[in-house]
Protein backbone atom coordinates (compact mmCIF):
# COMPACT_ATOMS: atom_id res chain seq x y z
CA UNK A 1 0.00 0.00 0.00
CA UNK A 2 1.68 3.02 -1.03
CA UNK A 3 2.00 6.66 1.30
CA UNK A 4 -0.90 9.22 -0.19
CA UNK A 5 -0.81 12.24 -0.01
CA UNK A 6 -4.03 14.03 1.11
CA UNK A 7 -4.79 17.69 0.87
CA UNK A 8 -7.83 18.82 2.59
CA UNK A 9 -8.95 23.09 1.93
CA UNK A 10 -11.98 24.57 2.40
CA UNK A 11 -12.83 28.14 4.56
CA UNK A 12 -12.38 28.69 8.17
CA UNK A 13 -14.16 26.30 10.84
CA UNK A 14 -15.75 23.96 7.75
CA UNK A 15 -14.44 20.83 10.32
CA UNK A 16 -11.04 20.15 8.02
CA UNK A 17 -9.19 20.06 11.14
CA UNK A 18 -11.32 17.85 12.89
CA UNK A 19 -11.24 15.67 10.22
CA UNK A 20 -7.92 15.68 9.06
CA UNK A 21 -6.64 14.91 12.61
CA UNK A 22 -9.15 11.54 12.47
CA UNK A 23 -7.86 10.25 9.58
CA UNK A 24 -4.52 10.75 9.80
CA UNK A 25 -4.58 8.86 12.86
CA UNK A 26 -6.51 5.82 11.19
CA UNK A 27 -3.82 6.16 8.53
CA UNK A 28 -1.42 6.15 10.87
CA UNK A 29 -0.18 9.45 8.82
CA UNK A 30 1.42 12.32 9.43
CA UNK A 31 -1.16 15.17 9.90
CA UNK A 32 -0.06 19.02 8.89
CA UNK A 33 -1.99 21.84 9.74
CA UNK A 34 -0.62 24.64 7.63
CA UNK A 35 -2.88 27.29 9.15
CA UNK A 36 -0.85 26.96 11.94
CA UNK A 37 2.14 27.87 10.73
CA UNK A 38 0.86 31.00 9.34
CA UNK A 39 -0.63 31.57 13.41
CA UNK A 40 3.06 30.69 14.55
CA UNK A 41 4.32 33.52 12.53
CA UNK A 42 1.53 35.91 12.83
CA UNK A 43 1.96 35.51 17.15
CA UNK A 44 5.20 35.86 16.86
CA UNK A 45 4.94 39.27 14.95
CA UNK A 46 2.67 40.22 17.26
CA UNK A 47 4.84 40.08 20.26
CA UNK A 48 7.32 41.70 18.14
CA UNK A 49 4.75 44.74 17.42
CA UNK A 50 5.26 44.38 13.61
CA UNK A 51 3.14 45.25 11.57
CA UNK A 52 1.10 42.99 9.51
CA UNK A 53 1.92 44.73 5.96
CA UNK A 54 5.55 44.95 6.54
CA UNK A 55 6.14 41.83 4.34
CA UNK A 56 9.96 42.66 4.74
CA UNK A 57 10.20 42.75 8.45
CA UNK A 58 7.40 39.53 8.41
CA UNK A 59 9.81 37.50 6.03
CA UNK A 60 12.94 37.90 8.25
CA UNK A 61 11.21 36.64 11.34
CA UNK A 62 9.82 33.95 9.68
CA UNK A 63 13.46 32.86 8.78
CA UNK A 64 14.72 32.92 12.64
CA UNK A 65 11.65 30.70 13.35
CA UNK A 66 11.55 26.83 13.51
CA UNK A 67 7.57 25.75 13.54
CA UNK A 68 7.34 22.13 14.91
CA UNK A 69 4.34 19.81 15.30
CA UNK A 70 4.36 17.16 18.60
CA UNK A 71 1.45 14.82 18.05
CA UNK A 72 -0.42 14.36 21.27
CA UNK A 73 -3.53 11.89 22.70
CA UNK A 74 -5.63 14.50 22.36
CA UNK A 75 -4.33 17.08 20.17
CA UNK A 76 -1.43 18.04 17.71
CA UNK A 77 1.35 20.71 19.72
CA UNK A 78 2.88 23.54 18.01
CA UNK A 79 6.52 24.71 19.10
CA UNK A 80 8.35 27.77 17.52
CA UNK A 81 11.45 27.74 18.14
CA UNK A 82 10.89 25.24 20.99
CA UNK A 83 8.69 27.30 22.98
CA UNK A 84 5.36 25.58 23.04
CA UNK A 85 2.46 28.04 21.30
CA UNK A 86 -0.36 25.94 20.99
CA UNK A 87 -2.87 27.82 22.88
CA UNK A 88 -1.45 31.22 22.05
CA UNK A 89 -2.16 30.75 18.39
CA UNK A 90 -5.84 30.41 18.71
CA UNK A 91 -5.85 33.83 20.87
CA UNK A 92 -9.05 35.77 18.87
CA UNK A 93 -6.02 38.91 17.48
CA UNK A 94 -3.98 35.98 15.89
CA UNK A 95 -7.26 34.47 14.64
CA UNK A 96 -7.96 38.32 13.23
CA UNK A 97 -4.51 39.37 11.47
CA UNK A 98 -3.48 36.22 10.66
CA UNK A 99 -5.40 36.73 6.97
CA UNK A 100 -2.89 40.00 6.20
CA UNK A 101 -0.11 37.74 7.07
CA UNK A 102 -0.69 34.58 4.93
CA UNK A 103 -1.02 36.92 1.69
CA UNK A 104 2.27 38.38 1.40
CA UNK A 105 4.10 36.30 -1.41
CA UNK A 106 7.34 35.69 0.37
CA UNK A 107 5.64 34.16 3.64
CA UNK A 108 3.89 32.18 1.38
CA UNK A 109 6.79 31.10 -0.38
CA UNK A 110 9.11 30.18 2.72
CA UNK A 111 6.15 28.14 4.22
CA UNK A 112 4.89 26.24 0.91
CA UNK A 113 8.91 24.83 1.05
CA UNK A 114 8.36 23.84 4.18
CA UNK A 115 5.14 22.17 3.95
CA UNK A 116 6.25 20.58 0.96
CA UNK A 117 9.40 18.88 2.88
CA UNK A 118 6.80 17.98 5.53
CA UNK A 119 5.44 16.06 2.38
CA UNK A 120 7.97 14.73 0.55
CA UNK A 121 7.66 10.87 1.30
CA UNK A 122 3.73 11.15 1.28
CA UNK A 123 1.61 9.74 4.35
CA UNK A 124 0.64 12.53 5.23
CA UNK A 125 -2.79 14.42 5.87
CA UNK A 126 -2.24 18.61 5.21
CA UNK A 127 -4.62 21.22 5.79
CA UNK A 128 -5.09 24.73 4.57
CA UNK A 129 -6.35 26.60 2.19
CA UNK A 130 -4.36 26.32 -1.11
CA UNK A 131 -2.91 22.72 -0.67
CA UNK A 132 -4.38 20.98 -3.01
CA UNK A 133 -3.52 23.99 -5.92
CA UNK A 134 -0.14 24.91 -4.74
CA UNK A 135 1.50 23.39 -1.88
CA UNK A 136 0.29 19.47 -3.26
CA UNK A 137 -0.84 20.20 -6.85
CA UNK A 138 -0.21 16.31 -7.63
CA UNK A 139 -1.71 14.84 -3.78
CA UNK A 140 -3.48 12.08 -4.62
CA UNK A 141 -6.56 12.83 -2.86
CA UNK A 142 -7.77 16.35 -2.69
CA UNK A 143 -10.60 17.15 -1.00
CA UNK A 144 -12.64 20.73 -0.78
CA UNK A 145 -14.55 21.33 2.60
CA UNK A 146 -17.39 23.79 3.01
CA UNK A 147 -20.20 24.29 5.18
CA UNK A 148 -22.75 27.71 6.11
CA UNK A 149 -21.30 30.51 7.68
CA UNK A 150 -24.01 29.97 10.04
CA UNK A 151 -23.14 26.15 10.64
CA UNK A 152 -19.19 27.32 11.16
CA UNK A 153 -20.20 30.41 13.18
CA UNK A 154 -22.16 27.90 15.49
CA UNK A 155 -19.56 25.28 15.71
CA UNK A 156 -16.69 27.85 16.51
CA UNK A 157 -19.31 28.67 19.32
CA UNK A 158 -19.74 25.39 20.87
CA UNK A 159 -16.04 25.33 20.45
CA UNK A 160 -14.82 28.40 22.46
CA UNK A 161 -17.71 28.16 25.24
CA UNK A 162 -15.58 25.49 25.91
CA UNK A 163 -12.52 27.14 26.19
CA UNK A 164 -14.65 29.77 28.43
CA UNK A 165 -14.28 32.34 26.11
CA UNK A 166 -18.19 33.55 24.80
CA UNK A 167 -18.23 35.39 22.14
CA UNK A 168 -21.77 36.37 20.57
CA UNK A 169 -22.80 34.37 17.59
CA UNK A 170 -23.05 36.84 14.96
CA UNK A 171 -19.55 38.11 16.10
CA UNK A 172 -18.31 35.33 15.27
CA UNK A 173 -19.83 34.72 11.87
CA UNK A 174 -19.04 38.43 11.14
CA UNK A 175 -15.66 37.06 11.78
CA UNK A 176 -15.29 34.19 9.86
CA UNK A 177 -16.69 35.75 6.48
CA UNK A 178 -14.59 38.77 7.01
CA UNK A 179 -11.47 36.02 7.20
CA UNK A 180 -12.81 34.00 4.23
CA UNK A 181 -13.62 37.39 2.38
CA UNK A 182 -10.05 37.84 3.12
CA UNK A 183 -8.23 34.57 2.10
CA UNK A 184 -10.36 34.14 -1.43
CA UNK A 185 -9.45 37.71 -2.72
CA UNK A 186 -5.32 37.71 -2.00
CA UNK A 187 -3.41 37.62 -4.92
CA UNK A 188 -1.02 34.97 -3.95
CA UNK A 189 -2.60 31.19 -3.93
CA UNK A 190 -6.34 32.65 -2.98
CA UNK A 191 -8.73 29.89 -1.37
CA UNK A 192 -10.16 28.38 -4.30
CA UNK A 193 -11.69 24.65 -4.84
CA UNK A 194 -8.60 22.85 -6.79
CA UNK A 195 -10.38 21.45 -10.22
CA UNK A 196 -9.83 17.71 -9.47
CA UNK A 197 -10.90 18.22 -5.53
CA UNK A 198 -13.90 16.44 -4.86
CA UNK A 199 -16.39 18.90 -2.94
CA UNK A 200 -17.76 18.00 0.70
CA UNK A 201 -20.62 20.35 2.13
CA UNK A 202 -20.58 19.55 5.88
CA UNK A 203 -23.16 21.56 6.88
CA UNK A 204 -26.26 18.31 7.75
CA UNK A 205 -22.88 16.09 8.00
CA UNK A 206 -21.35 14.54 11.68
CA UNK A 207 -18.24 14.16 12.10
CA UNK A 208 -18.16 10.04 11.49
CA UNK A 209 -20.18 10.81 8.27
CA UNK A 210 -17.57 12.91 6.69
CA UNK A 211 -14.51 10.80 7.69
CA UNK A 212 -16.44 7.83 6.48
CA UNK A 213 -17.29 9.57 2.92
CA UNK A 214 -13.18 10.80 2.77
CA UNK A 215 -12.27 7.19 3.60
CA UNK A 216 -14.15 5.54 1.03
CA UNK A 217 -12.58 7.90 -1.14
CA UNK A 218 -8.86 7.06 -0.37
CA UNK A 219 -9.69 3.70 -0.37
CA UNK A 220 -10.85 3.80 -4.03
CA UNK A 221 -7.03 5.21 -4.71
CA UNK A 222 -4.94 2.91 -2.70
O1 LIG B 1 -6.77 26.90 9.08
P1 LIG B 1 -6.73 28.14 9.94
O2 LIG B 1 -8.06 28.79 10.09
O3 LIG B 1 -6.03 27.94 11.24
O4 LIG B 1 -5.81 29.15 9.09
C1 LIG B 1 -5.53 30.44 9.57
C2 LIG B 1 -5.24 31.38 8.40
O5 LIG B 1 -3.99 31.03 7.81
C3 LIG B 1 -6.23 31.39 7.26
O6 LIG B 1 -7.33 32.25 7.51
C4 LIG B 1 -5.38 31.87 6.09
O7 LIG B 1 -5.25 33.27 6.10
C5 LIG B 1 -4.02 31.29 6.43
N1 LIG B 1 -3.74 30.06 5.71
C6 LIG B 1 -3.30 30.15 4.40
N2 LIG B 1 -2.93 29.03 3.72
C7 LIG B 1 -3.00 27.83 4.29
C8 LIG B 1 -3.48 27.69 5.62
C9 LIG B 1 -3.86 28.84 6.29
O8 LIG B 1 -3.23 31.25 3.86
N3 LIG B 1 -2.59 26.76 3.60
Known amino acids: VSQLKIAIDGPASAGKSTIAKLIAKDLNYIYCDTGAMYRSLTYAA ?4 IDPANEEAL ?9 SFKAGKEQQSVFVNGEDV ?6 PDVTNQVSAVSAHKKIREDLVRRQQEIAEDGGVVMDGRDIGTAVL ?5 KIFMVASA ?3 A ?10 GIETPLLVLQKEIEERDYKDAHRQVSPLVQAEDAILIDTTNLSILEVVEKIKGIIEKKQ
Open 59 to 67: AALLKEMTI
Open 154 to 163: ERRYKENLSK
Open 137 to 141: PNAEV
Open 86 to 91: TEEIRQ
Open 150 to 152: AER
Open 46 to 49: IKKN
